[in-house]
């Protein structure tokens, strides 16, 4: 199974982009849905997560500007990413938990800037 990333590209500060992780297959035993960012320089960080129980959980510096969420099938992972600022340019990486492992989607790029 592979997670397609899509939706990143060049923004203005205010501005909003959609990013988007489908697996290419069915994958169970899913515990939780999330997104991670690494800016050059910088350690991969937690961006936001979306639990089984549909529960909610973001990074302080992200809270009121960005939305998780997904499909009613668990396939696709969505990030609304609105007021954006130039600290949130980052490769930007999806990521499906589950009790066995870990899947990670090929990262796409998200840059601030005017």
């Known amino acids: 199974v592979q997670l397609v990333e899509s939706g990143g590209g060049l923004v203005q500060p205010g501005g909003s982009l959609r990013l988007s992780c489908a697996a290419s297959?069915?994958?169970?035993?899913?515990?939780?849905m999330g997104w991670y960012r690494q800016a050059p320089g910088k350690e991969r960080e937690l961006v936001a997560t979306?639990?089984?129980?549909?529960?909610?959980n973001y990074a302080d510096s992200v809270k009121g500007r960005f939305t998780i969420s997904r499909d009613s099938a668990w396939n696709t992972v969505y990030l609304q990413m609105d007021s954006l600022k130039p600290e949130d340019t980052a490769v930007y990486y999806c990521?499906?938990?589950?009790?066995?492992?870990?899947?990670w989607g090929q990262g796409t790029q998200v840059t601030v800037s005017s």
């Open positions: 297959g069915v994958i169970f035993r899913i515990i939780a």
């Open positions: 990521n499906i938990k589950t009790n066995l492992r870990s899947y």
């Open positions: 979306i639990s089984s129980d549909s529960s909610t």
